[in-house]
């Protein structure tokens, strides 16, 4: 296979790691060899970087930093890790990609979704995915899952106005890059949510193989 790079992207608590430990074990049971990576982080600097993105000490960083910060992080996960293991013939799945930058720094901290879709061209170098699998759901429902017997960190101790705007800036930075996506109803059971995503997940790989296989 040539490699397939496929990010989850959704609001804090969509259910996106539970469904994508699922198609891992899913996946690896049909023989793929596949890796499943986070954002910020998936490599040693990348996890230095969330540190401190994600520290409640840092509540006085600037929201330029914050971005260039999930940039530079993303920068080196893809020199690292992303593009080496989708050219060794991974199926490659992260945790969060750029549309999580496009809705927390773009729209919901002001910045501009196209401004910061310019920042994190330079920092992917054309390393795009395969697949988006956007998870919609209810943003106060996700974070009422996402809290139960924890303390947020940093981001997600903004409160529930700034998630709210979060979830908006996701459908607008989808609006604007609209490529690749497809959105799925995380409202549903986790065996529906699951169905859905590995169906069109197999999909794109029976394309990806046939058109890599008739070279």
Do not use: W
């Not at 074990?25 to 049909?30: F, K, M, R, T, V």
């Not at 395969?130 to 943003?139: Q, S």
């Amino acid at each position: 296979m040539k490699g397939y790079f496929l990010a989850l992207e959704g609001p804090d608590g969509s259910g996106k790691s539970t469904i994508a430990n699922l198609i891992i074990e899913n996946l690896q049971d049909l023989g793929y060899k596949c890796i499943l990576t986070r954002e910020p982080g998936g490599t040693k600097i990348g996890e230095d970087i969330r540190a401190i993105l994600l520290s409640n000490e840092n509540k006085n960083m600037s929201d330029r930093a914050e971005a260039l910060l999930y940039a530079a992080s993303r920068a080196q996960h893809v020199e690292e890790k992303i593009k080496p293991k989708k050219e060794e013939g991974y199926i490659v799945i992260c945790d969060r990609y750029i549309y999580s930058s496009l809705a927390y720094q773009g729209y919901s901290r002001n910045l501009g979704i196209d401004e910061v879709m310019e920042i994190n061209r330079f920092a992917v170098n054309g390393c795009y995915p395969d697949r988006v699998l956007f998870f919609d759901i209810d943003p106060e429902k996700a974070l009422e899952r996402k809290f139960v017997g924890r303390q947020g960190d940093r981001i997600e101790v903004e409160g529930v106005d700034f998630h709210l705007k979060v979830f908006e800036g996701y459908k607008e930075a989808i609006k604007s890059y609209p490529d690749k996506v497809s959105i799925i109803d995380a409202n549903l059971t986790i065996e529906e949510i699951f169905s859905r995503c590995i169906e069109i997940i197999k999909e794109d790989i029976y394309e990806i193989d046939n058109s890599y296989s008739s070279r």
